[in-house]
């Protein structure tokens, strides 16, 4: 048993690093900061969807400290420009670890579907919306940040996916929740437009979780 969790955590860590590594691939490989930083969110999302398969809550609170640590010392050593380059203002590489960590500790205990729900509204609903608000964004707006209404557009549409599919999953669904989670999904996408620099980061999970609290 302690040989499989720590053989849990070894993977676990594997697969961060993986995401880290291969993105400073990436960035080496001259492809775009804004790129490798939305490929690290979209692959820490599903790398943190994965957490409830291979080890237990307090784990991860360890696990989130740990990387938290990590990249701010790699922000002040100025390492990992593959995260940090794109943006000197944002804080969203630093408040990615806290945020999931602090989802997990509030929902996970409730069901871990909720928690797993938020963490890809958070890695994959807000990357796509990122890497699809800079390519194809004409129609620009702000409140505490620049945003797309092409970037939300994604935004509110893989979110309805992931709220979908969830309430599938978790055997709650039903033809006329359809509209509660076209609502939600809304809801969401205007979270997600209302917060810039990267905090978004904390609100999207946290809202996430609550949102999905209820609907399932």
């Given at each position: ?8 955590i ?5 697969l ?7 993105a400073?691939f990436?960035y ?63 804080i ?42 800079r390519?194809?964004?004409r ?11 092409e ?19 978790n055997g ?6 359809i509209p509660?989670?076209?609502g939600?999904s809304?809801?969401?996408t205007?979270?997600e ?9 904390i ?5 996430s ?7 399932l």
């Amino acid at each position: 048993m302690i040989i499989e969790y720590y053989a849990n955590i070894l993977i676990v860590l594997f697969l961060f690093f993986l995401v880290f590594g291969f993105a400073e691939f990436l960035y080496r490989k001259k492809v775009a900061s804004h790129i490798t930083r939305k490929f690290v969110h979209i692959g820490g999302g599903l790398v943190a969807t994965s957490l409830p398969f291979f080890v237990d809550l307090k784990t991860v609170a360890i696990l989130g400290i740990g990387f938290f640590v990590l990249l701010v010392f790699s922000k002040k050593k100025k390492i990992l420009d593959s995260i940090h380059k794109i943006d000197e203002d944002s804080i969203g590489a630093l408040l990615f670890a806290p945020s999931i960590t602090l989802t997990a500790l509030i929902f996970w205990p409730i069901n871990t579907l909720i928690f797993q729900g938020a963490a890809l509204v958070l890695g994959v609903s807000d990357g796509f919306a990122g890497l699809i608000g800079r390519k194809y964004g004409r129609n620009k707006y702000q409140i505490t940040g620049t945003k797309s209404l092409e970037g939300s557009l994604s935004f509110f549409l893989i979110t309805f996916f992931i709220l979908f599919v969830v309430s599938y999953i978790n055997g709650s669904f039903a033809p006329d929740k359809i509209p509660l989670i076209f609502g939600c999904s809304f809801l969401l996408t205007a979270v997600e437009a209302m917060f810039g620099k990267g905090w978004d980061n904390i609100f999207i999970p946290l809202a996430s979780g609550i949102i999905l609290y209820f609907i399932l």
